[in-house]
């Protein structure tokens, strides 16, 4: 049976957030509990997190966080972390079958770098963490619940887009677990590649060449497991591995294809 939807599905954000992040950036927006609620009704919720996430840049370490978790949604707004999602009128196809829009904001706590972050970048410009401002459309239907977003970079310092297309399906485990698979394919443009991965002809030395990066998609496997304590309380993981697509891998500023991360948190939800 397909557990009901609900800000926990809409806010699955490893479908965008940029390969770099760290975990904490990469999770903080993509798990809460699967409670169904009114549109008309309104909830806050707290918590707290922690994650594990390692990148694929050269020479720097696994990245371990813990921080508070923040939520609150009503029928116009839903937020999480650092991620705001403005709700737009959707269709009802049929009784399994809807389509739902709409308009999202996310900061990217874990991306960019400066001088200091590994001997890799010593001499380079800093890169900027982005604001994105974007879309999102979801197909939510009794087979898979398909999702597809495309996001700016508001801030301009990249002046980069990403868009995404999601596949995942939660399943309900008894009354108390929910389980969610998922596979993601995120397109990045060659100026958001080019800013993070590329080193400029000012900044090429003898061990690291200057280097400009092009388009490409990455691809992304993960699971999210919730435990419902009660109605109010929940504990949930989430770990995820993502394949870089080659013009990242081929960067000199990296040597490793993948990321992963893991990210574990509980949360209190008011009513």
Do not use: C
């Given at each position: 049976?397909q557990?009901?939807r609900?800000?926990a599905?809409?806010?699955?954000?490893r479908v965008?957030?940029?390969?770099?992040?760290?975990?904490?950036?990469?999770?903080?927006?993509?798990?809460?509990p699967?409670?169904a609620q009114?549109?008309?009704?309104?909830?806050?919720?707290?918590?707290?997190g922690?994650?594990?996430g390692?990148?694929?840049?050269r020479?720097v370490?696994?990245d371990?966080?813990g921080?508070?978790l923040i939520?609150?949604?009503?029928?116009?707004?839903?937020v999480?972390?650092?991620?705001?999602?403005?709700?737009?009128?959707?269709?009802?196809?049929?009784?399994?079958?809807?389509?739902k829009?709409?308009?999202?904001?996310?900061y990217?706590?874990?991306?960019g770098?400066d001088?200091?972050?590994?001997?890799?970048?010593s001499?380079?410009?800093?890169?900027?963490?982005?604001?994105?401002?974007?879309?999102?459309?979801?197909?939510e239907?009794?087979?898979?619940?398909?999702?597809?977003?495309?996001?700016?970079?508001a801030?301009?310092?990249?002046?980069?887009?990403?868009?995404?297309?999601?596949?995942?399906?939660?399943?309900r485990?008894?009354q108390?677990?929910?389980?969610?698979p998922?596979?993601?394919?995120?397109?990045?443009?060659?100026?958001y590649?080019?800013?993070?991965?590329?080193?400029?002809?000012?900044?090429?030395?003898?061990g690291?060449?200057?280097?400009?990066?092009?388009?490409?998609?990455?691809?992304?496997?993960?699971?999210?497991?919730?435990?419902?304590?009660?109605?109010?309380?929940?504990?949930?993981?989430?770990?995820?591995?993502?394949?870089l697509?080659?013009s990242?891998?081929?960067?000199?500023?990296v040597?490793?294809?993948?990321?992963?991360?893991?990210?574990?948190?509980?949360?209190?939800?008011?009513?």
């Amino acid at each position: 049976m397909q557990a009901p939807r609900s800000i926990a599905s809409r806010f699955h954000a490893r479908v965008t957030v940029p390969a770099r992040a760290s975990a904490m950036a990469a999770t903080m927006a993509l798990s809460l509990p699967a409670l169904a609620q009114e549109d008309t009704q309104s909830s806050w919720g707290l918590g707290v997190g922690v994650s594990s996430g390692q990148t694929a840049y050269r020479g720097v370490d696994r990245d371990n966080a813990g921080f508070p978790l923040i939520q609150y949604e009503n029928r116009y707004v839903e937020v999480f972390g650092p991620r705001v999602g403005l709700k737009l009128p959707g269709w009802r196809i049929s009784d399994s079958q809807q389509l739902k829009f709409s308009l999202v904001g996310q900061y990217d706590l874990g991306g960019g770098y400066d001088a200091g972050d590994s001997p890799v970048f010593s001499g380079m410009a800093e890169r900027k963490r982005s604001f994105w401002l974007g879309g999102k459309v979801e197909w939510e239907n009794a087979l898979v619940n398909v999702s597809a977003e495309l996001l700016g970079d508001a801030s301009g310092h990249s002046e980069g887009r990403l868009f995404s297309l999601g596949l995942d399906r939660t399943w309900r485990v008894g009354q108390q677990w929910m389980l969610t698979p998922r596979v993601v394919a995120t397109w990045q443009d060659s100026k958001y590649v080019d800013y993070y991965y590329g080193v400029r002809a000012d900044e090429a030395t003898a061990g690291r060449s200057a280097y400009r990066g092009e388009s490409g998609v990455n691809a992304e496997v993960g699971l999210r497991a919730m435990y419902m304590i009660d109605r109010n309380q929940s504990v949930f993981a989430d770990v995820g591995v993502s394949r870089l697509n080659s013009s990242i891998r081929n960067s000199p500023l990296v040597d490793r294809s993948t990321e992963n991360h893991l990210f574990l948190g509980y949360l209190y939800r008011f009513r």
